[in-house]
């Protein structure tokens, strides 16, 4: 199996290496030192693995991104001693196949080589739950915050009513009846997990200031 390893420490890339070598079941077929390098690598060498250490100069959040464009077939393994959840969903969003800790086992890094070239995720055993769990939470947050987005006439609406505007005052804007804006305030209600006119208000302003963040 071809590997390629991307680490800015020199000691640790000949240790993996070395590892890699005497198992009998793998080829280095090259190195890198830094975030560009990975790219690089998977561009010019299509490994079947690369294992990339996550704290090296460079954003080599995109460069993982990058290196599965420029080589679909590469299967991407961090190898870190960053042992935050964060890091970890950062990675795997990112396209990384594997999360292994660098106080991991020799026998757990081979263990998510293989497991990458087969198309598993593979994610160190005992930090493993702490990831699952988090990545569950990430994914309802998601699922919550697609669940809010409002269609055209809801974004008019909502920004009427951040102006003060009435339902009858809404209704005569955008040209439409009265009954109307009210079945869309009772969308919005449920929509936005609000009770009243005022939490729909609250609610909306919230949006408002979020999707204002977004922008800068």
């Known amino acids: ?3 390629a390893l991307v680490d800015d420490h020199p000691l640790m890339i000949e240790a993996i290496s070395s590892l890699l070598l005497r ?3 793998f080829d280095v077929v090259a190195t890198g030192v830094c975030a560009n390098d990975v790219v690089d690598i998977c561009t010019r060498n299509t490994p079947q693995v690369i294992v990339v250490d996550l704290n090296m100069p460079g954003d080599i959040y995109t460069a993982m991104s990058a290196a599965i464009c420029a080589s679909p077939s590469t299967k ?3 190898f870190t001693a ?3 959840v964060d890091s970890a969903i950062r990675a795997l969003d990112s396209g990384a196949t594997g999360y292994v800790l660098k106080g991991s086992s020799s026998r757990e890094l081979i263990d998510a080589i293989t497991s990458a070239h087969s198309g598993e995720t593979y994610i160190t055993q005992h930090f493993a739950s702490r990831v699952i769990a988090a990545l569950r939470d990430t994914s309802l947050r998601r699922r919550a915050a697609e669940a809010v987005k409002l269609s055209i006439r809801e974004q008019q609406i909502v920004r009427l009513l951040l102006h003060g505007k009435t339902n009858k005052e809404i209704a005569l ?3 439409i009846s009265e009954k109307t804006v009210k079945h869309y305030m009772t969308l919005l209600m449920q929509k936005l997990h609000v009770r009243n006119r005022l ?3 609250i609610a909306a302003q ?3 200031e979020r999707g204002a963040a977004a922008m800068h």
Request: proline fraction near 0%.
């Open 199 to 201: 939490e729909v208000v």
């Open 173 to 175: 804007t955008i040209r």
């Open 206 to 208: 919230k949006l408002d």
């Open 23 to 25: 198992s009998g079941r």
């Open 1 to 3: 199996m071809s590997v």
């Open 82 to 84: 960053a042992t935050g």
């Open 76 to 78: 991407v393994i961090a």
